[in-house]
């Protein structure tokens, strides 16, 4: 395919979100613009984030305004109606971005710029021989005026033990006395802070604890030790876990009555916002009365609520052409900083529907896809994925991976003539202009993305034009965010847009892989076992990829070469099956709208590096609040 006919395709795919432009009076510059050949993932954002401002900084000088009547609108996704619930652990609950504002954090948690955990309901936290013990503050209370305690604690530990891995780590969780717990386990390693220390206090005991009972029965009947000298379930503790579990996932409480461990309570919510209101046990002062959440419906109306300032602070994606228009047109007010999320985005592929259920289809289509052009357009911020689909962004495979390495993959950078080569190895030809499988057919591909969500619009649009380009049979589907889960799983697509490959927590590896739980029954809809490990076949060698043991190799590896080497195997894994075909590595531009709304220090105009300022924009919030570092000023 010639470069000018990618421009024409790229036009094609950035004109739904280049068209909410018009109603706003903005101009069309940013279609030619996209489509420049000078035009980089860098140029755009800097023509975002360089838009002179008369603010400089996210932290204000100035006097604490009073906290009554003040109100803090920001985005929070939700699912409205009768199907919301306060369950965190089932679709429809408290997601990520609702979680920092209702529930605390043993620790509020940053990887910037080094790793650093600070105690937020812990008073204390000791790690010495392979033994963790965790002190909980004093007068620590629920949203209903309940102590918190170490029955809540472990309550905690034991309905998340396969999350937080104290399931196959630890030797015995110990309530010690009414504030703390301590955990024993089996060997050291460097992440098992990360996944407990990290965690928000979601389930009290109350109405939790009896479900964590049956699992810590079973952590402590029903367990053995493999052969690398780590817990694994029995068969029978498996049974038990799973029935515990579909038991746990059918309590569904009223989000509006769940008790909170956090700052804010979910108070009212209509089908477009959500009011979360003071809760009056926090253990620190809050400075913000109110916090509007506004849910993203569509793409159109995202973008008119930030340009009518609808938000006071706020990290949505917006087209190119919107974000340098919304800077401009409210320099006097805005401030923007650029914010690292070592994340992925990109197209988990349906490995058990045809055509995507074929490697060789799966290969075409990575090959077809040109992330080059999509990356610069589909949101500031943006860059290039990893072009070897292994599984992490570039910023943490390039730590990891050498380039000598990489170079014995499969580069999947556009190549047309290997794509028709891997449809042929599919027993696919050419008739005419299209492509038919060998019973004659041009099967559907259907393409999925959130359509509220610019990028993934972007990013959908302009991959099922590339294939349609090529001769391929694609369609672009957008699907409302509320009921984008439920879509994803039911295997219906066959590209779902997604963020596997992302290690935003720790800047690890086995986070990125340990996302398999995740979205490996979502867009790829792999097969998972009712019970023991995890196997899955390499549909390139037709070996068994120990999967569940590489995990445990890649957990237990104690230096940046022992993580290399099992990196590695990994990556040439996920490299052989393309189960996700990478097209961005994110950082986004946070937007503070309100000139009277100051938060940590940042300077604006930066990509930031620190503390308060990394992960996603409501752990931002979450951090800030907890912190008291987030306030107006009069």
């Not at 090959?367 to 999509?374: C, E, K, M, R």
Request: aromatic share 10%; proline share 4%.
């Amino acid at each position: 395919m010639k470069r000018n006919k990618l421009k024409g395709i790229i036009a094609v795919a950035i004109a739904l979100t280049l068209s909410i432009t018009s109603l706003i009076g903005c101009g069309n510059q940013g279609s030619g613009a996209a489509t420049d050949d000078n035009v980089t993932s860098e140029s755009i954002l800097d023509s975002v984030i360089s838009v002179e401002t008369v603010l400089k900084n996210s932290k204000l000088e100035g006097e604490k305004a009073d906290v009554s009547g003040t109100v803090l609108s920001t985005m929070v996704s939700f699912t409205p109606g009768a199907a919301a619930h306060g369950n965190p652990l089932v679709n429809g609950g408290p997601d990520w971005s609702m979680q920092p504002l209702i529930f605390d954090y043993l620790c509020d948690y940053s990887s910037q710029p080094e790793k650093t955990f600070k105690p937020s309901l812990l008073e204390s936290y000791e790690f010495e021989n392979c033994v963790l013990n965790m002190k909980l503050k004093e007068d620590l209370k629920w949203s209903d005026g309940s102590d918190i305690t170490a029955d809540d604690l472990i309550t905690n530990l034991f309905i998340e033990m396969t999350v937080n891995n104290i399931a196959y780590y630890a030797e015995s969780v110990t309530k010690m006395d009414d504030l703390t717990v301590e955990i024993k386990y089996n060997k050291d390693s460097a992440l098992l802070l990360d996944y407990v220390l990290k965690s928000p206090l979601m389930y009290p005991a109350e109405n939790y604890g009896k479900y964590a009972k049956v699992f810590e029965e079973q952590f402590n009947t029903s367990r053995e030790l493999d052969e690398n000298g780590n817990f694994k379930f029995t068969a029978e503790g498996d049974t038990k876990v799973a029935e515990a579990t579909t038991e746990l996932n059918n309590y569904l409480p009223d989000l509006m009555s769940i008790k909170c461990s956090g700052a804010y309570v979910p108070k009212t919510m209509t089908s477009a916002e959500i009011i979360f209101e003071q809760n009056p046990n926090y253990r620190v002062p809050l400075y913000i009365e109110k916090i509007r959440g506004i849910r993203p419906t569509s793409t159109e109306s995202n973008a008119l609520a930030i340009s009518n300032g609808d938000y006071d602070a706020e990290g949505m994606g917006l087209s190119p052409d919107m974000a340098q228009k919304v800077a401009e047109n409210n320099a006097d007010t805005i401030r923007q900083m650029v914010v690292p999320e070592f994340s992925s985005l990109g197209f988990c592929m349906n490995t058990q529907t045809y055509p995507t259920s074929d490697v060789n289809v799966r290969k075409a289509i990575a090959y077809i896809i040109d992330s080059a052009q999509i990356a610069p357009v589909s949101e500031p911020g943006m860059v290039k994925g990893d072009e070897y689909a292994v599984g992490l962004p570039p910023s943490i495979r390039d730590k990891y991976l050498s380039e000598e390495f990489l170079s014995t993959l499969d580069n999947y950078d556009v190549n047309l003539e290997k794509a028709a080569e891997c449809l042929e190895a599919a027993g696919w030809s050419k008739k005419g202009d299209k492509w038919i499988d060998s019973n004659g057919e041009s099967p559907e591909i259907i393409v999925a993305g959130v359509g509220e969500y610019p990028a993934y619009v972007v990013m959908g649009e302009a991959a099922a034009n590339m294939l349609t380009s090529f001769g391929l049979n694609a369609v672009f589907t957008p699907k409302e965010a509320a009921a984008y889960n439920d879509y994803a799983t039911s295997g219906q697509g066959h590209m779902v847009i997604d963020g596997f490959a992302s290690a935003t927590n720790t800047q690890h590896p086995f986070e990125a892989y340990n996302g398999i739980w995740w979205y490996g029954q979502r867009g790829m809809n792999l097969i998972f076992p009712d019970q023991g490990k995890l196997v899955w076949k390499n549909d390139e060698t037709g070996e068994d990829f120990q999967y569940s043991d590489k995990m445990t190799e890649l957990f237990d590896a104690a230096s940046d070469e022992e993580i290399t080497d099992v990196t590695e195997e990994f990556a040439q894994f996920f490299n052989d099956n393309v189960w996700f075909i990478p097209v961005t590595e994110k950082y986004y531009v946070f937007r503070i709208h309100n000139s009277k709304l100051s938060m940590a220090e940042a300077a604006t105009g930066e990509q930031l590096s620190d503390f308060y300022w990394s992960g996603t924009t409501s752990a931002i919030l979450g951090k800030m609040i907890r912190g008291e570092e987030l306030y107006y000023i009069k």
